[in-house]
């Protein structure tokens, strides 16, 4: 059994990995931390070792929080939505969890492309999260 998490360093992803967490733990499974990047020309030197960074903290909280974990760092070129569809389906995960962003009247007629794309083609059941105080 295993959870995949969709994590960013934004209100939503850090939502999104707490409610994972809590459900990896519940269920006494594994918990899989997708961080994608489209990499090339849109990832500077500065932003890689930010995200590297970012993913280091997160890796000290789940080691602190006494889940079973890995965290995958992906820079293949490809959608969010992509790499956690791909990681879904080879590990056969449980279920996927993705953050949720507030949107303006006009943007609930349309939900995020990745967000639509995973809840839309996912192998398994997702929860989808918002971030605390909405």
Same mark, same amino acid.
């Given at each position: 059994m ?11 992803g850090?939502?999104a ?6 459900e ?8 899989? +931390?997708?961080s994608?990047? =489209? %990499?090339g ?6 932003? &890689? !070792? ?6 280091a903290?997160?890796?000290a ?9 890995q +965290?995958r760092?992906?820079? =293949? %070129?490809?959608?969010?939505a992509?790499?956690?569809? &791909? !990681?879904?389906?080879e ?16 943007g609930k ?11 839309l ?14």
């Open positions: 295993s959870v995949v998490v969709g994590y960013v360093a934004t209100p939503e850090r939502a990995l707490r409610h994972a967490v809590r990896c733990l519940l269920r006494n499974t594994d918990l899989v +931390v997708i994608s990047n =489209r %990499g020309r849109d990832l500077g030197g500065a932003d &890689a !070792v930010r995200y590297e960074e970012e993913l903290e997160v890796r909280q789940l080691q602190r929080d006494g889940v079973r974990f +965290v760092q992906l820079v =293949r %070129g490809k959608d969010p992509e790499d956690l569809i &791909a !990681v879904a389906e590990i056969k995960a449980d279920f996927i969890v993705i953050g949720l962003r507030r949107r303006t009247p006009v007629l349309i939900l995020g492309s990745n967000a639509q794309r995973i809840l083609e996912a192998p398994c059941p997702v929860l989808a999260v918002k971030a605390d105080g909405e």
